[in-house]
């Protein structure tokens, strides 16, 4: 069965900084996607990254960029210049091509501070 | 585009009763349609999976008679909780995935449902 794991349940970081948020998982597809998902107090779901497998290039969307490393199962979220906005709680998720649904950590909960 | 809605966004319902929950995709087909309950400060836990025109299918140890998913089309899935009990008070978010996605899903804002 697939797993993903998000280690760090807090973490905090002050505005302008650098944050690196951790996940791994476990799967025997070859074959899968993985995505970092931000949930704000609003509490809507949104997308903030996602990465294809068998793309050995790392994802990148403006401040935020994944470490993949595939064969060490881990894909963690580094956020640059952290803004106010970012305080959230960050899912890891993962579906594979034979999966059909995202599978979720438990999530971080990510603090900003002025 | 790819915008999702659900209605209520928050409804408050007496012990016994029926609620029913709306999921619909504004600009585009939703083939699948996915239901999660969120606990405070927890992550989603899938409930089911929805294909329009058939039945859903349930994660294990979700009550199927209790939670009722509807896929009649294309745009609209519909959640009902029958015969509501204080610890059905959750939040539900749905998710989409339109025609010929393998993976990406858009996200509803979620519906906080408070039993009494």
């Known amino acids: 069965a697939q797993t993903v794991t998000q280690s760090q349940p807090e973490m905090s970081v002050q505005e302008a900084e650098t944050v690196t948020l951790s996940c791994t998982y476990d799967?025997?597809?070859?074959?899968?996607?993985l995505f970092w998902y931000k949930q704000p107090p609003s509490r809507q779901m949104i997308l903030v990254i996602r990465?294809?497998?068998?793309?050995?290039q790392n994802a990148t969307e403006n401040r935020f960029s994944v470490n993949f490393q595939k064969a060490a199962k881990s894909f963690s979220l580094k956020i640059s210049d952290s803004q106010l906005g970012d305080t959230a709680m960050y899912f890891c998720a993962f579906t594979g091509y034979n999966t059909d649904k995202l599978i979720f950590g438990t999530g971080t909960r990510l603090q900003v501070f002025p | 585009g790819a915008v999702v809605s659900q209605h209520p966004s928050w409804v408050i319902c007496k012990s016994g009763t029926s609620v029913k929950i709306e999921c619909r995709s504004l600009?585009?087909?939703?083939?699948?349609m996915f239901w999660y309950r969120q606990f405070p400060k927890q992550s989603l836990m899938l409930m089911a999976t929805?294909?329009?025109?058939?039945?859903?299918?349930?994660e294990q140890g979700v009550e199927k008679d209790k939670f009722l998913i509807n896929h009649a089309s294309l745009t609209l899935s519909t959640l009902t909780v029958t015969s509501a009990h204080p610890e059905d008070s959750s939040f539900y978010i749905c998710s989409a995935r339109g025609t010929g996605e393998r993976y990406e899903q858009y996200f509803g804002p979620g519906t906080r449902l408070t039993v009494t």
């Open positions: 799967t025997s597809e070859s074959n899968y996607y």
């Open positions: 929805s294909n329009e025109g058939s039945k859903a299918t349930y």
């Open positions: 990465q294809e497998a068998y793309k050995q």
């Open positions: 600009d585009f087909q939703a083939t699948t």
